[in-house]
């Protein structure tokens, strides 16, 4: 089913899935939060385009180095757009509070800013099967 395609190619369709997907963000983003800071639209731009490329480098591995246990692209990607984006939470988590309050009630499960997580694991896993296209 998957050819398995190159380093060079995996970090190119990680990177443009990013860029697309951070693009939409910045087109989006001030629909939610109407006073964003340009440099934040800017950073969602740039932080997901730099997760495509963290997930196309990798895609190489498909054994952990120190567990020497199997890691699929469809754990590893999720993994790493999870992790990726709880620590963008953890850098600007009162502007994404500010966020999710405009979007959601105050007090609403969806409005803590760590939903984001949840995001990045589902955005890391539609680059990571791109990326082995």
């Keep these: 089913m998957f050819n398995n395609p190159s380093l060079d190619t995996r970090i190119a369709i990680g990177k443009s899935v990013g860029l697309f997907i951070g693009i939409i963000g910045f087109i989006i983003l001030p629909m939610f939060w109407p006073e964003v800071p340009t440099m934040t639209?800017?950073?969602?731009?740039?932080?997901y385009t730099t997760m495509g490329a963290f997930i196309g480098v990798f895609g190489v591995f498909t054994w952990h180095p120190i567990l020497?246990?199997?890691m699929p692209w469809w754990f590893r990607a999720p993994w790493i757009g999870a992790w990726?984006?709880?620590?963008l939470t953890l850098f600007i988590y009162n502007d994404l509070q500010i966020m999710m309050s405009n979007v959601f009630a105050t007090n609403s499960i969806f409005?803590?800013?760590f939903w984001l997580t949840a995001e990045g694991a589902i955005v890391g896993l539609i680059m990571g099967y791109l990326a082995l296209l």
């Design 111 to 113: 409005s803590s800013p």
């Design 68 to 70: 020497k246990s199997p």
């Design 41 to 47: 639209k800017w950073g969602f731009m740039l932080w």
């Design 84 to 87: 990726m984006n709880f620590i």
